[in-house]
Structures are given as C-alpha cells and as structure tokens.
C-alpha cells in the first residue's frame, strides 16, 4: 500500500513537470504542490532513510553551496533568500529521486512517466506545428510566432512548458529515456511506441527553435556513443559528432550579434604609393585597388548580459 501510493505521487509528479500554467505565488508550480505531498508521505511512512553516497553526491553538494560565496548582508538580503530557498529545493528532489530509483519498479515508472509525457507533448507540439501551417491556428499555451534573428518569423512551440527554451530542455533531460526503451529489451509494442516517440521528440525539439538544440543533439550522441561503436553506426557517430560541433559552435556564433546588413564596395585609393616589388602591379594614375566591407549589427542580449556578469566578477568576483 505504501509502495502504490508513493508510485502515484511521484508519476503525478513527473506527469506535471511540463504544466507552465500556475494560480500560486513565488512562481510555484503545481508539480511542486505534489512534490509537497509526496515528501510529507514519505516522512510520515519512514520511507526517507539514508542512501549510500555516490562521487556525483559530492559535484551535487558544490552545486549546492557555490552560491554561499555571493552572500552579502545588502539591501536585497530577503531576495537573495528566497533564490537560495528555491536552490536548496533541488536538493530534496534529488534526493528524493535517488531514494526511490533504487527500487527497480519505481526507477522502471520514472523513466516510463517521462518518456510518456515527452511522447504526449511532443505529439502535441507536432500537432500544433501542422495547425499553424495548414489553418494558421496557434494557441499561446501551446506556441506562438516571433521573431528572431536571422530566421525571421517562426512558429515556435512551448507545449504547455513555462518557455520554448525550457520545453527544449525538457526533451534534453529525456532524450535518453525515451532512446533506452527504443533499443532496450521489452514487449514490442513498447518499443514500437518509444521508437514513434523518439521522431516525435526530434520533430518537436526541432520545433522549439532554441539554443536548447545542440545540447539537444549532444546528449542523444552520449547516449548512443558506446552501443554505435561498429559498423555503420560508427560511421554515423561521427556523422553525428560532426553535426553536434557545428550546432554548438553555430548557436553560440548567433548569440553574441545580429547581422543586420552586409555591405561592400570596390574602388581605387590614390594615396597608396606604387608598390617596390616586381611582381604588383599598380596604375600610377588610379592607384591601388581597394575593397570596403560594412556589416550593420545588433548585440544579442545573451552577450550583454554575459558582459554584465563578467564585469561584476571583475569588480567582486566573490559577491559579484
């Protein structure tokens, strides 16, 4: 009985992780609400008990701490507070989760209840993109047009996640997830099912049109890095590897400025004198040939504000 219970709290609480919609204060979320629910039944039923530590237990603790250095007693003391709440809230999920995976039929729900709601939003996201398309309908909860540098207007898709940019990063963290019960051992409609999931999840994350893309690609290629090791899958693992560089060299190429127009003459500068080698020529009456470049741009907010985060670590870079 306690097992059951525990098992629904936490697939209702994967199952609305991707709710962006909330009626509470201080941003939280209704996947918090019954996270509430689920910590409070584990203390009340003794489930919470000590796990062994694991090396990544440690990187979690840094993550955890890093922000004490920034501590000041400043006029944003209370402010600074609630993050830091927030920030520790992390801990408890994660620990939470690390408890409960170690019973294999609870770890089997978890990543089933992510694959689920990966496959349910991506089919939605989908939908969406043929509506927009084919009727022009869009619904804001689900994706809207923008505009963005150098693609112009989109349709991008949030599926009910808080932003595009989170949607994009939900399909990331489950990327893997959905992949394992495509080529892992089960019954064949499951594998039928996650292998229908996993195009609907590329399809979707594609449809997000955020910087979340490249993680996107190089997490899938982690994932599949040891199983594609011969044959013509290594071929496509390094196809793949290819693809993941420049998408992370063209994302973070994008982000630092918006060329908005590229200009360039040709013309002749008189005031450069002929040149003393043999082999240039040069017209004493025209003089040297001259070709002028002009690229009109804008910074992309990304880049401000890494400038603005640079500059105050310069200035304080403990509180900064």
């Not at 009727?135 to 599926?159: K, N, Q």
């Not at 043999?278 to 741009?297: C, E, I, K, T, W």
């Not at 401000?304 to 304080?316: D, H, P």
Request: include cysteine; proline fraction near 5%.
């Amino acid at each position: 009985m306690g097992l059951s219970v525990t098992r629904f709290l936490l697939l209702g609480y994967v199952l609305l992780i991707p709710v962006g919609w909330s009626p509470f204060p201080w941003n939280i979320q209704w996947c918090d609400v019954v996270f509430i629910g689920l910590l409070v039944w584990l203390m009340a039923t003794g489930q919470l008990r000590r796990v062994p530590v694991h090396p990544v237990d440690w990187l979690v603790l840094g993550y955890l701490l890093a922000p004490l250095v920034s501590f000041n007693m400043g006029a944003h003391l209370v402010q600074w507070g609630l993050e830091y709440v927030k920030h520790l809230s992390l801990a408890t999920v994660y620990v939470v989760f690390c408890l409960l995976a170690r019973h294999p039929a609870v770890l089997a729900q978890i990543l089933g209840g992510f694959s689920l709601a990966a496959g349910v939003l991506s089919l939605l996201g989908v939908l969406a993109i043929a509506a927009h398309l084919g009727w022009g309908f869009s619904h804001p909860l689900i994706g809207s047009v923008m505009t963005l540098p150098y693609f112009g207007e989109v349709f991008r898709i949030r599926a009910t996640l808080f932003s595009w940019e989170f949607f994009g990063d939900f399909l990331t963290f489950v990327l893997p997830m959905v992949i394992g019960f495509a080529i892992g051992s089960g019954a064949p409609g499951m594998k039928r099912w996650a292998r229908w999931s996993v195009l609907l999840v590329i399809a979707a994350a594609i449809g997000t049109v955020s910087r979340s893309l490249a993680g996107f690609v190089v997490g899938g290629l982690f994932f599949l890095w040891r199983s594609w090791a011969t044959g013509r899958q290594r071929l496509l693992r390094l196809a793949l590897m290819g693809v993941a560089v420049l998408l992370v060299l063209g994302v973070n190429l994008v982000s630092i400025a918006s060329v908005r127009e590229v200009r360039w003459t040709a013309d002749t500068n008189p005031a450069i004198a002929p040149p003393r080698d043999l082999l240039a020529f040069q017209d004493p009456q025209a003089g040297a040939q001259r070709v002028s470049l002009a690229v009109s741009y804008n910074p992309i907010s990304y880049l401000l504000l890494k400038a603005v985060a640079l500059e105050a670590f310069w200035r304080s870079p403990l509180t900064g």
